[in-house]
């Protein structure tokens, strides 16, 4: 796994590369409809922040996120349905769409777990082919939040019908802190008014199991699961 990239080909002088030791998948996972589509990565050692390389809060149980709530997604995904994978890291924002909303576009088939982001009826903007795993974050602040992992979409990537869909991470807090013992990623509630008590103090290092990705992704973004506050 490589932490700082910026591009897939030549240099990245501030990419930090490390080995998987454990993959842990979500035991409900469903390759049918996508449900509970998230995993952990466990790192083979330990990851020290550097400017370049920086944690992310993770959405707490009852986070809140509006239709509207702008959205950030990266990745290195096709910039084109079919096209070729994008050689520079890529970002887009893109607003929440609410679930009624968003299971009407796929008849029915979008559950609690998921949250979806896009320009629905307009289309122009979304994540694409290879951007599956990678991140979704919104700003409270300071801070930037997790609130989804990329699931998957519309095989036409800007189809004005069809919003992209990502695991909502805030629906496995009890899963993901089952699994990191006694030091926990950074939970907050979004929205909150200054600091949510779930907030756990900033770590210098990034230690094992505290990756969060989808189970269908197929390239490299991962996102860091601590809190920091700026």
């Known amino acids: ?16 590369f490390r080995k998987a030791s454990q993959i842990i998948n979500h035991p409900n996972y469903n390759s049918v409809t996508f449900d509970f589509d998230i995993a952990l990565v466990q790192l083979s050692s330990s990851l020290d922040f550097t400017n370049y390389v ?3 809060c993770l959405a707490a149980t009852g986070s809140v996120f509006a ?10 995904g096709t910039l ?12 887009v924002m893109i607003p929440i769409v609410n679930n009624i909303n968003c299971k009407e576009a796929y008849r029915g088939i979008i ?4 949250i979806c982001a896009g320009l629905l009826n307009v289309g122009g903007k979304s994540s694409c082919q290879g951007d599956s795993g990678g991140p979704a974050v919104n700003t409270n602040g300071s801070r930037w939040i ?12 800007d189809d004005p019908k069809y919003p992209s869909v990502f695991a ?3 629906q496995f807090q009890d899963w993901i802190e089952s699994f990191t013992g006694n030091n926990p990623p950074g939970f907050v509630q979004f929205p909150s008014n200054g600091l949510s008590s ?7 290092s990034l230690s094992p199991l505290l990756l969060s990705i989808s189970l269908t992704f197929s390239i490299i973004p991962f996102t860091i699961s601590l809190c920091h506050s700026s």
Request: proline share 6%; glycine share 14%; aromatic share 8%.
């Open 168 to 170: 909502r991470v805030s």
């Open 1 to 16: 796994m490589y932490f700082g990239r910026r591009s897939q080909s030549g240099q990245n002088p501030n990419e930090i």
């Open 80 to 91: 084109q349905s079919g096209g070729r994978p994008a050689d520079t890291l890529q970002e």
């Open 111 to 114: 559950t609690s777990n998921m």
């Open 67 to 76: 239709g509207g709530t702008e959205t950030w997604v990266t990745g290195f």
């Open 198 to 204: 779930s907030v756990s103090p900033l770590i210098s």
């Open 54 to 56: 920086k944690p992310v």
């Open 146 to 157: 997790q609130s989804g992992i990329v699931n998957f979409g519309s095989e036409r990537c």
